[in-house]
């Protein structure tokens, strides 16, 4: 079984991934054609969209979303 640390860890590891694409997708938007926009939007919203169910779940759980890097 994984210890606290190394889930912690993982969690940590998800979260910069999806914070890292997000900012690319920003950073895409800004020269990306009409047709591509709609792409991009959608894709940041799903992203955002994720972060809210690490937030949801962690309140529930009584888990500090701090300590997650939330």
């Known amino acids: 079984m994984m210890n606290e640390q190394r889930l912690t860890e993982y969690i ?3 979260l910069i991934s999806i914070h890292e694409n997000i900012r690319e997708i920003k950073e895409r ?3 990306a054609d009409p047709k591509e926009l709609a792409h991009i939007e959608s894709k940041l ?5 994720v972060i809210q169910i690490f937030k949801f779940t962690a ?3 009584d888990l500090d ?6």
């Open 65 to 70: 979303e701090k300590e997650l890097g939330l």
């Open 29 to 31: 938007k800004n020269w």
């Open 12 to 14: 940590h590891n998800v």
């Open 45 to 49: 919203l799903t992203y955002h969209e």
């Open 59 to 61: 309140k529930d759980m």
